[in-house]
């Protein structure tokens, strides 16, 4: 990993880039079309963290799917409780489909628990999730990952959709967050995925 000269004061590195982001995510729509093929596909696209990856998943997969997107909202005053509230529900009914969902990072896994609870309860045909990141250093609950992007280290990551306090979601590449710049959040404000 090389130390690289970033615009923004508060970011380390880069940790994935563009390119690596791209081939990879490619790869993903790849195995994701061959695996459902002749299936009806609904790709879930949990927001607002896996906004980008969902949109280029999308493009780089080649099978008739649809997609639909469910909001939630972290506590951030309760981290690693796992406790979120759905910010904008599905529009479409899962009953009998092949769902997909779609997730930015998997760290304690306890909000992916948490949502692969309440949507099969919605009697999908079946229920896997793909997840762009995964920091399995902290993960909490074993929770199974059909298509995985990375293994990450424990480190705060930015960009291509993630964010810190609202912000570097713009960021075309993966970023390390300098540790001292991540303030803890005493106030118990909500944070979107
Ligand atoms: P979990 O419930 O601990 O698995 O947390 C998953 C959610 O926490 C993700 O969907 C992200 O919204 C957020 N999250 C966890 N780690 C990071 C990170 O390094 N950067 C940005 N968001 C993160």
Redesign the pocket.
């Known amino acids: 990993m090389k130390e690289v000269s970033l615009g923004p004061p508060d970011l380390r590195k880069v940790l994935i880039t563009q390119n690596r982001l791209q081939e990879r995510v490619s790869e993903l729509g790849c195995e994701i079309s061959q695996a459902f093929d002749g299936t009806d596909l609904v790709v879930i696209a ?1 927001l607002k ?1 896996s906004f980008i990856f969902a949109a280029d998943l999308l493009r780089a997969i080649t099978i008739p799917c649809s997609i639909d997107f469910m909001g939630i909202s ?1 506590y951030a005053g309760q981290p ?1 409780s ?1 406790v979120v509230r759905i910010t904008k529900d599905l529009d479409e009914s899962i009953a009998g489909r092949n769902v997909l969902m779609v ?10 628990n948490y949502l692969l609870h309440t949507l099969k309860q919605r009697n999908p045909a079946s229920l896997q999730t793909c997840a762009l990141l995964d ?1 399995t250093a ?1 993960r909490l609950i074993d929770l199974p990952i059909a298509y995985r992007g990375f293994e990450i280290p424990d ?4 960009g291509y959709g ?3 306090q609202q912000a570097y979601r713009n960021l075309p590449y993966i970023a390390i967050l300098r540790p001292g710049s991540i303030d803890p959040d005493p106030e118990g404000n909500q944070s979107d ?1």
């Open positions: 949990i963290g972290s690693g796992g997730e930015d990072i998997i760290d304690t896994g306890l909000t992916s920091k902290r480190v705060f990551v930015v993630m964010d810190y995925e």
